[in-house]
């Protein structure tokens, strides 16, 4: 059975940076995953993806210049740099990997995903 954990969230201040971790297990082949969040009282939305079969990276409008998400293979583990984080950047981040189930819809990314881990909280305040 296929698992995705997240790790990494905390508090930060304005300006400051955070990794986030997603550690998967129980797949037997290349996967995509794709970074979301969701504020209080805001719809989940997409921040960014990495394509499973040739790594390529794609980004929210939001997440341009400022977040990186990257995939080491040997640890089945993917991640997403945060830097220059603002207040706005607050919410619960969740990784998603191309499994059915619940979507949201993710427009900057050519994949869709649908099997979710249990997310991680970001707060960014001073």
């Known amino acids: 059975q296929v698992q995705l954990v997240e790790s990494g969230g905390g508090l930060v201040q304005p300006g400051g940076s955070l990794r986030l971790s997603c550690a998967v297990s129980g797949f037997s082949r290349p996967y995509a995953i794709g970074w979301f969040r969701q504020a209080p009282g805001k719809e989940r939305e997409g921040v960014s993806c990495i394509s499973g079969t040739d790594g390529r990276t794609y980004y929210a409008d939001s997440a341009k210049g400022r977040f990186t998400v990257s995939r080491d293979n040997a640890k089945n583990t993917v991640y997403l740099q945060m830097n220059s984080l603002t207040p706005e950047d607050t919410a619960l981040y969740y990784c998603?990997?191309?499994?059915?189930?619940?979507?949201?819809?993710?427009?900057?990314?050519?994949?869709?995903?649908?099997?979710w881990g249990q997310g991680t909280q970001v707060t960014v305040s001073s």
């Open positions: 998603a990997t191309d499994l059915p189930g619940e979507y949201t819809p993710f427009p900057a990314c050519p994949h869709h995903f649908g099997y």
